[in-house]
């Protein structure tokens, strides 16, 4: 299983984003594929995720309204578009993997795979 994510980087206050998570060595229509953020000196928090089996999704209250996420079934390719972005979203976001099960979200302990995770800076 191997998950990497790109399109991190440093933006100001108000602007956009738009994360990529390249999925490969799982069956991806059988997996829910989320988001999850570690900022410094804080614990690990859910962003986001979407069951690739019937397209439900699922949002962290601190990003509705803000935060899409899609699945690009033939690319194997999962997209978090992050908009009016604000300093508070500064953090490493993490691409994870998960087998569908009865659970959605997934429990944490549901999750199989991280990415090597990639740096998004919103300044003020």
Known sequence: VQLVESGGGLVQ?????????AASGFNFNDYVIGWFRQAPGKGREG??????????????????????????IAKNTVF???????????????CV???????????LSEYDAWGQGTQVTVSS
């Open 13 to 21: 206050a108000g602007g956009s984003l738009r994360l990529s998570c």
């Open 47 to 72: 962003v986001a995720c979407i069951s690739n089996s019937d397209g439900r999704v699922h949002y962290a209250d601190s990003v509705k309204g803000r935060f899409t996420i899609s699945s690009d």
């Open 80 to 94: 978090l578009q992050m908009n009016s972005l604000k300093p508070e979203d500064t953090a490493v976001y993490y």
């Open 97 to 107: 993997s998960a087998p569908r099960s009865w659970a959605f979200p997934p429990l």
